[in-house]
């Protein structure tokens, strides 16, 4: 049976795990992390009413396959100390980290409630990362210092601590490498004038869906109540040439206005500005959301990209931007400010990818060539250019039949 390395567990990697499994092909999954999904698993689902196409459900999904396919081995909490090719095959080296906890935690919560720690030392899987298996950080955990406390091992009913687990490792071979690191999303921060960072009810838009995604609605950080009138802005810290990052993210547009329609979805009574530059869902039409808007009493496309994020008065946000015409400026009070950020790619210049011999463009994203994938190396997803979940999917698919007709099938 033909093996693959698949490096990264995000939407691309799972995607081609999924297709070569399926088809007999055995696959050797490593991340980083201590669950599978990558950046969609911290994102929630937008269909409250209907479907809304986010593919959020359909990563995680993938990451179910992964775990229970007998074709897959799945390595979390892994990263390659090296790689090299051997005759036909490469040979990876992989060191995977002690998690602490077995298989058998039923993710009862128990172990978090009575952790001493001041913000915890043991933690589930991120979002709806899977497996949902706890884990520990060793750094943090008083278990490893002097205190040796063992609150969590009491207090586990299924016994499920294991504090003498030790790192491994193992040793892999593999006749094609799949390089599906993924993306790191742009730090809204890095826009000051936005108040990110400094004023408490402005987030961006990956801290929304992490609200959303654990407590099923928005909340303002400052006193814990819903907001009633939000304004979500576009292109932060993408298309601009101070930040380095001159592109545009492709899905940002596609998700905000999802979100957007969730919070109404959520709250009817929620008044929602919509600022952005150019409206760009790309393949999905962009008139459903314009008539979705217009239908709606209650919410605004404004076509600007906002100057400043200041404290206005009784906590209020107050939001300066002009107008279309530039030449009216106005000053507008909000609950809730939502910084919509695009995306960098993950890994793209790593030293792992170097010594599969794999490049950056000049925007940072690694390079897909005919070239690479002739020595069996095939980059896949995000960390190649921008797209989103569904198009990651589409291309993985894609990668992982041309492993199987260039090896001639499994």
Known sequence: MKEVLIIGGGPAGLTAAKALADRGTGVVLVER?????????????????????????????RAGDAIRNANSEVLLLSEISAIAREGDRFVAKIKTSPRYVTDDCTGCGKCVAVCPVEGKAIFPPTGSGQPRTFWIDRNKCLHFKKA???????????????????ATNVSRKADAVIYATGIDPIDACETSRLGCGI???????????????????????????????????????????????EYCSKFCCKYATKISQMLLDTDPEINLDFYFMDLRTLYEPQDDFKLWAKEKKTVKLVRSMPATVNLGQNGKLLVRATGETDLDVAEIEYDMVILSVGMRASGA????AKALGITVDSMGFAKATQELEDRGVFVVGAVAEPMDIEETAERAVAAASRIQKKEGGA
């Open 349 to 352: 210049s790593s030293e792992l």
């Open 33 to 61: 992390k201590e669950s599978l999904g990558g950046m969609a698993r911290e994102l929630t689902c937008k269909g409250i009413v209907e479907c809304r196409n986010c593919g959020v459900c359909f990563a995680i999904d």
């Open 199 to 245: 004023l408490k009810d402005v987030l961006s838009s990956v801290d929304a869906e992490r609200i959303l995604n654990e407590k099923g609605r928005l909340i303002r950080p400052s006193d814990g109540k819903p907001p009633k009138k939000i304004a979500v802005m576009q292109c932060v810290g993408s298309r601009t040439v101070k930040l380095g990052v």
């Open 148 to 166: 040796k406390c063992v609150a969590c091992a009491e207090a586990c009913p299924t016994k499920a601590i294991d504090f003498e687990d030790r």
